[in-house]
């Protein structure tokens, strides 16, 4: 491997510069490495690592990398559990609701999609709630994996409170995602969204920088707006009221309909009780289009919609052509699949640590 060309400051920190570019294949595999010596089985491992890796490379960066560092904590704290017994607690063909025993969420969200997608081919619909779960990641990893199944995935997990409701002042709602996934052919609408304006990670990355926030982000302990990332107190909804609508049909879906606790009873990720699972809860539906219009009409409609959506004109002065969900997450896999992923200097030591756990030396990361 070759060295990693970040420059150290006194301190622990990393000097301004060009951020550290660790290649795909070597970001995956020091944290399969890492997962399965935190106790998970190989498969899953693999899973996991794989998971973070490819949302990293779409951009995703919140959601991807990042968070290897924060699940290794978990599974060492016993918040997360290395080898669960994830468990179906009710079966009706079409509907089944698993206790995921405290599993990393990755893992309870891939075995929550697998049950989807078998149950949507017999059924034509399929849906899979998800109960005593952690943090997910990214709800396009399991909207994606169904819609490149030929399926069409829809996907919501609870969250612990960060968003303030329309005209509120305290957090009441998670960030709460909605994703929506469908494919055809190697084209694909994929839709993932936070229900707040940006998610809680994008805060702090700009507190790290001191950086303000854009407006409309957040507001202060008063129910003011704040550009100002140290008095960032809550979010705010997207689109005000809508969004606030948005965030409370995922808390319908993900804790509500799977009897998980609410937003606002759950603990935040890095701060929650050693020992005790954080009980998240998760849905993951499934919609096979051969039940429906017909697998070919399906795939011909999709591409009709998407290719009409991206030939619609721009404006004049607009800095780029219409887009549809997925597009610009698509160019930036692209790229970083040659280039390498930039990580953030906290992640950058966190895995030039992994890389001298695992003997394999430093990292190969290139300026």
């Known amino acids: 491997m070759t060295e990693v060309q970040d420059t ?28 399965t010596r935190a106790g998970l089985t190989p498969d899953d491992a693999r899973d ?14 919140t959601h991807g990398l990042r968070l290897l560092p924060q699940y290794l904590d978990e599974l060492a704290a016993g918040i997360a559990t290395a080898r669960p017994d994830i468990r179906t607690v009710r079966d009706t063909g079409a509907a089944v609701m698993l206790d995921a025993g405290g599993a990393l969420g990755v893992v309870a969200g891939l075995a929550a999609a697998r049950i989807a997608a078998e149950r949507a081919r017999t059924h034509g619909v399929a849906a899979v709630g998800v109960r005593n779960s952690n943090h997910f990641g990214a709800a396009s990893v399991y909207s994606r994996r169904l819609a490149r199944a030929g399926l069409v995935g829809i996907v919501t997990t609870s969250a612990a409170s960060r968003v303030a409701p329309f005209s509120g002042t305290e957090p009441l709602f998670g960030t709460n995602p909605l994703s ?18 940006v998610c809680f990670g994008e805060i702090k990355e700009r507190r790290k920088h001191a950086e303000p926030l854009d407006a409309g982000w957040a507001t202060d302990t008063e129910g003011r707006p704040a550009t100002d990332p140290a008095q960032a107190y809550a979010l705010s909804p997207l689109g005000g009221y809508k969004g606030q609508g948005l965030a409370m049909v995922a808390t319908l879906l993900g804790a509500v309909l799977t009897g998980s606790p609410a937003d606002w009873e759950l603990e935040h990720i890095g701060s929650s009780t050693p020992g005790r699972s954080r009980g998240i809860g998760h849905l993951v539906m499934c919609l096979d289009p051969a039940a429906f219009a017909g697998s070919a009409p399906f795939a011909s409609g999709l591409k009709n919609l998407l290719d009409t959506t991206r030939g619609a004109p721009s404006g004049a002065d607009a800095a780029q052509a219409v887009q549809v969900p997925g597009d610009p997450q698509r160019r930036i896999a692209a790229e970083r699949s040659e280039k390498g992923i930039p990580l953030d200097p906290h992640t950058a030591r966190a895995f030039a640590a992994l890389a001298a756990e695992q003997g394999t030396g430093r990292p190969g990361v290139a300026p």
């Open 48 to 61: 996991v690592a794989r998971a973070l890796t490819d949302t990293s490379l779409r951009g995703i960066d």
């Open 8 to 35: 150290e400051v006194p301190g622990g920190g990393v000097a301004a510069g060009p951020p550290p570019i660790l290649p795909a294949a070597t970001a995956e595999a020091l944290a399969e490495t890492a997962l």
């Open 180 to 197: 929506f996934a469908a494919a055809v052919e190697d084209d694909e609408f994929a839709l993932d969204m936070a229900t707040s304006q």
